[in-house]
């Protein structure tokens, strides 16, 4: 009724009918927009996840306060309110790998569990998305090592032992194995690829895609809560695997997030979340918790707090998905390999260059104009490897031959 009166109040007015074009400022303003915004989309079709796009962003702009909290606290009174917050996000910024890997969770396990799945096809789409850009940092990492005077990119050795450092980097070894890291990002990297080669074996061996839902569900869960009652008992549990277990039951139990998120349950959602993070930051930093304890607690705690933030922000359809649905945050998350692997190297080319002109000490000015150089000085470089290397070489081509896409979910 209101679209009628509006119709027939614009027929009555006695003011003539403009036929003007549009603005052509608004043209030009909307069509860099546009070309913006296509050298970072990727995905398209009925089964994309668009909210998802947005939780990648978020959770690589949460590895990146782990790094320039490290680079640049130096800059900040260790009393200060701008000092507690970037320690703060610098600490629980962490919990973007347990975000990375419930997503790959619920990705991974949802390509896999198929009923016509091919295991050789399935690992050809994962290497070929996951290498040209590894391998495009890897060589930039290389040329420092050859080049730099910065001994944080040397490795001292006999020649076989660094022929076996360049091997074991290159194969992914570090992480899951207690080795060093030549970009030390990529340790997650070996958790992604033994996740990759381990879970369709175990669904063949055991049959599971002939399980029930609530069948599959519990043989999930025996794991999980087994592996987070042994590790307190273990040297280096690889505790943190358990995120990808959440993201398989995520997606088991998707239906009952779909449409039904409201405003209250959202609210509910982002205030359990924080409370989540200030436990992790609660847990990290007190001596009030055992120590075999602390890796544990901090992985159920983030599994946890995760999982209902990824449900409701996939599939509530209320305004965490539209939040998380914002282009900025969606491209950040269709970039985010790119921007996971060279942002540490951004960061210290601006940590190198501010040192030239201010030395640490308290400077809370120019700590936030650092903040701002990073993400500017990192994005600009993730853009470039992305428009240059993993787009063209994994995404397109993958597209291309496949016909359907898994994006890298890289973490930190």
Known sequence: MRGKHLIMTTQLSDKPLSSEPPDDGFKVSARWWDRIANIYETESGASRIVPMEGVRGWAVLLVFFVHFHGAFHGYL??????FRVSDFLGEVGNTGVDLFFVVSGYLIYGA???????????????????????????LMYMALWAFSHDDNFKFHGTLAQQAGYIAENLLLMPGIFRLRAMNTVTWSLSYEMFFYLFLP????????????????????????????????????????????????????????????????????????YGCALAAIYFIERTNAIPDRFVATLVAVTAGVASFGFCGFGFHGGGFLSRVL?????????????????????AIGVVRQSARRLVGPGEHPMVFVALVLAA???????????????????SIQVSRKVTGALLPVVAAH
């Open 77 to 82: 009174s260790p009393g200060s309110t701008l």
């Open 112 to 138: 896999v569990v198929r009923p016509r799945f091919n295991y050789a096809r399935f690992m050809r789409r994962r290497v070929q998305r996951l290498y040209p850009t590894f391998l495009g940092v890897f």
């Open 201 to 272: 074996l175990l669904l063949a061996v055991t049959g599971l895609r002939r399980f029930s839902r609530r069948g599959r569900i519990f043989f999930f869960l025996a794991p999980l809560i087994a592996g987070l009652l042994i590790s307190p008992l273990l040297s280096n549990p690889r505790v943190r695997l358990v995120g990808f277990l959440f993201g398989i039951i995520l997606f088991e139990l998707v239906e009952e997030f779909r449409d039904r998120a409201s405003n209250v349950k959202n609210f509910m959602v982002l205030g359990a």
């Open 325 to 345: 649905s914002w282009p900025p945050l969606r491209w950040l998350g269709n970039m985010s390999y790119s921007y996971y692997l060279i942002h540490p190297l």
């Open 375 to 393: 993400l500017a000085t990192s994005w600009g470089a993730a853009s470039l490897l992305f428009m240059a290397v993993e787009k063209p070489l």
